[in-house]
Each structure stands twice: as structure tokens, then as C-alpha cells.
């Protein structure tokens, strides 16, 4: 049984379709990378894998089961979300807790575990400040904790790395990797840096428009073309997705993104 097994998935937004008709397998214990430029689906397709967006048609199953059973699959994935979810006003230690409740884990695997994800995470020290204290990566470390508190087979993480600084982007690397392999979850994760995609995934799909343009191992689809001498990742991105920006950066996407989810059309 594939970890995930998605068929014609499909969401539309004000008729336009942000994913179009996907269908792709992902292997159990698979590392695999969602690359494309801002807007392509990444986050909509993750959204609904992990049963927080209904699809509008088309369908997948996370370990056989269906999406459309949220509760069943909820208890098999993690999810570290693009936008920060912490509750500031509580510590580390008061975040996780409340997510085990959520999760109803029993009260003494809810304490081993969150000494555990703390451990993982090198925040053991710091669990008991709040949160509005953490700098950004203390913050997205602990995000990514929480997503493993309740000890998911498959971990969606929309860029767990944004922002950060190379040192946090490289232990975070390590985590994911190591998860990977020691504990065989399964690993989606969405990132805009290439060289955090070739380094950890084993297989990636590039997204644009909503469709998967291209999939393969880094090296298949580096050597899948031609015309550039020893081509990066970045190059294959360039190659399939091509020049024209497709969306605005910084504050403004923000804004553009709020006004969306109000039903405002660009
Ligand atoms: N709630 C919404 N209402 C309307 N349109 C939406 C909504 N959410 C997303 N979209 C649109 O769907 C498309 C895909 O968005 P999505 O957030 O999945 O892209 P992404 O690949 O994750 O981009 P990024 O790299 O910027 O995070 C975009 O055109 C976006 O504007
Ligand atoms: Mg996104």
C-alpha cells in the first residue's frame, strides 16, 4: 500500500482551478518534495491531504484510507502549516500540551513525548517561556514538535524552513532526514530553496497552474534537459516553470492573500 495515493484531485476557486485534476502515488517512508512557483497548489493540495480543504472533485487516500474520513486520517499525518500557528500567549510547553489534548493522548505518552519532540527540537531549556519570547526559528521549531507529538506515518511540511537562518535551516534538515529514516515517516514537504529539495528529497513533482509538470528523482530531472551545461535544480525549476513572476513578495502577498480569502478576485 502506497502512503499516499491521490486521483484527479482537483480544487476550484472562483472557477479557476488552484489544484487541476492530480494524480499522483507517494511511496510509504518516501522523502518527496512539492516544488512550484507562489500560487502553483502546493499549499491547497497539502490542505486538502491532510483533510482541512474539501476537494471539489477527485480523491486520495493516506494509507488507504480515505480523505473524506478526516478523523481516521488526522491520526495518521502532522502538519507544520506555512503560516505561524503557535498561540503566542502560551509557552512551549503549554502549546503541546494543548495539542496532545486535542489528539486525546493519554496523559503519561503526552508527557514522554513532549520531552522527546522538545529533545528533538534542542528546546528542552526553553519549554517553560512563552512563546512571544522565541525568536523565529525557536518558533518553527517547535512547530515542527508539535506536528510529531502524536507520533504521525506521514508529516506534511508546507516551507518548514522560511525564513530562517542556514544554521536552523540545516539542523532542521537533519531532523527531517533523520525522522525520515529512523522513524520511516513519510516526509511531503513544499520549499522554495532548491538546494533544501535536492539535498533531502528522493523524489520531487514541480507544480505549476495546478498540475504537475514534471516528476522524477533531482538527478532524472536535472538531466532531463539539455540545453543548459550541468543544470542545477534551479535551472530545472526555471526550465519547467519558466521566467514571468507569478505572484507579488513580501507584505503585499499577504495582504493579497487576506483580500482572496474574502472572495476578492485579482
Ligand atoms: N481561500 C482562497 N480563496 C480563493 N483563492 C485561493 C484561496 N486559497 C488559495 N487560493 C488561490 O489558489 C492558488 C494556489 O494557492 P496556494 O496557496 O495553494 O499556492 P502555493 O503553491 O502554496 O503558493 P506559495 O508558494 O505562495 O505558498 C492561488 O492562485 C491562490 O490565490
Ligand atoms: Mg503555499
Given at each position: 500500500m502506497d502512503a499516499i495515493e491521490i486521483e484527479n484531485l482537483t480544487k476550484n476557486y472562483n472557477g479557476t482551478a488552484a489544484v487541476d485534476s492530480i494524480n499522483l502515488r507517494i511511496k510509504q517512508a518516501e522523502l518527496f518534495g512539492l516544488l512550484g512557483p507562489n500560487g502553483a497548489g502546493k499549499t491547497t493540495m497539502i490542505s486538502m491531504l491532510s483533510t482541512i480543504l474539501k476537494p471539489s472533485s477527485g480523491n486520495a487516500k493516506i494509507n488507504g484510507i480515505n480523505i473524506s474520513y478526516q478523523n481516521s486520517v488526522r491520526k495518521l499525518i502532522g502538519i507544520v502549516f506555512q503560516d505561524p500557528s503557535l498561540d503566542d500567549e502560551l509557552t512551549g510547553m503549554e502549546n503541546l500540551t494543548f495539542h496532545s489534548k486535542l489528539y486525546h493522548m493519554p496523559h503519561e505518552l503526552s508527557k514522554k513525548r513532549i520531552n522527546d519532540v522538545l529533545k528533538l527540537v534542542d528546546l528542552e531549556g526553553k519549554?517553560?517561556?512563552?512563546?512571544?519570547?522565541?525568536s523565529g526559528g525557536m518558533k518553527r521549531r517547535l512547530e515542527i514538535a508539535r506536528g510529531l507529538l502524536h507520533h504521525p506515518k506521514i508529516l506534511f511540511l508546507d516551507?518548514?524552513?522560511?525564513?530562517?537562518d542556514p544554521q536552523t535551516r540545516r539542523h532542521i534538515w537533519e531532523y527531517i532526514k533523520k525522522l525520515n529514516k529512523e522513524e520511516k515517516i513519510t516526509i511531503i514537504l513544499t520549499t522554495h530553496y532548491m538546494e533544501e529539495a535536492d539535498y533531502l528529497c528522493k523524489r520531487i513533482a514541480i507544480i505549476d497552474h495546478g498540475k504537475i509538470v514534471a516528476l522524477g528523482t533531482p538527478k532524472k530531472l536535472k538531466s532531463s534537459?539539455?540545453?543548459?551545461?550541468?543544470?542545477?535544480l534551479e535551472d530545472v525549476f526555471i526550465w519547467y516553470t519558466?521566467?514571468?513572476?507569478r505572484d507579488y513578495e513580501g507584505p503585499e502577498l499577504d495582504n493579497i492573500r487576506f483580500r482572496a480569502r474574502l472572495g476578492w478576485k485579482r
Open positions: 519549554s517553560k517561556m512563552l512563546v512571544k519570547t522565541y516551507e518548514p524552513t522560511l525564513g530562517l534537459i539539455s540545453s543548459v551545461k550541468k543544470p542545477t519558466g521566467h514571468a513572476i
